[in-house]
Nanobody, 123 residues
Framework: QVQLVESGGGLVQAGGSLRLSCAAS????????MGWFRQAPGKEREFVAT????????DYTNSVKGRFAISRDNAKNTVYLQMNSLKPEDTAVYYC????????????????WGQGTQVTVSS
């Protein structure tokens, strides 16, 4: 059974940083895409960032470009999201996603989803 377990969320002041981690178990995703989505209260879930199987392609939603960085360690079956210069509008539950395809992009059609980790940014 595949599991994606996120960690690293929490409460931070505006301008601060957090690093989210997502460890996959149950299968290796060294040849699969991984990424992050988020959902703020009262809003639809939205794409945040994605990275291809070898890290060669990374894409971000416009609102986080230049502030967030996605990376992965295939040896650890883990994907990371470094979040800098956080803003109150970044407050949301962040979900890790993974797929067996090498690249999925901004679509929500990822096969596997984590349970989410809360990120709260205070002003």
């Amino acid at each position: 059974q595949v599991q994606l377990v996120e960690s690293g969320g929490g409460l931070v002041q505006a301008g601060g940083s957090l690093r989210l981690s997502c460890a996959a178990s149950g299968r290796a995703f060294s040849t699969g895409a991984m990424g992050w989505f988020r959902q703020a209260p009262g809003k639809e879930r939205e794409f945040v960032a994605t990275i291809s199987w070898n890290g060669g392609i990374a894409d971000y939603t416009n609102s986080v470009k230049g502030r967030f960085a996605i990376s992965r360690d295939n040896a650890k079956n883990t994907v990371y999201l470094q979040m800098n210069s956080l803003k109150p509008e970044d407050t949301a539950v962040y979900y890790c996603v993974a797929d067996r395809a090498g690249y999925v992009g901004r679509s929500s059609a990822y096969e596997y989803w984590g349970q989410g980790t809360q990120v709260t940014v205070s002003s």
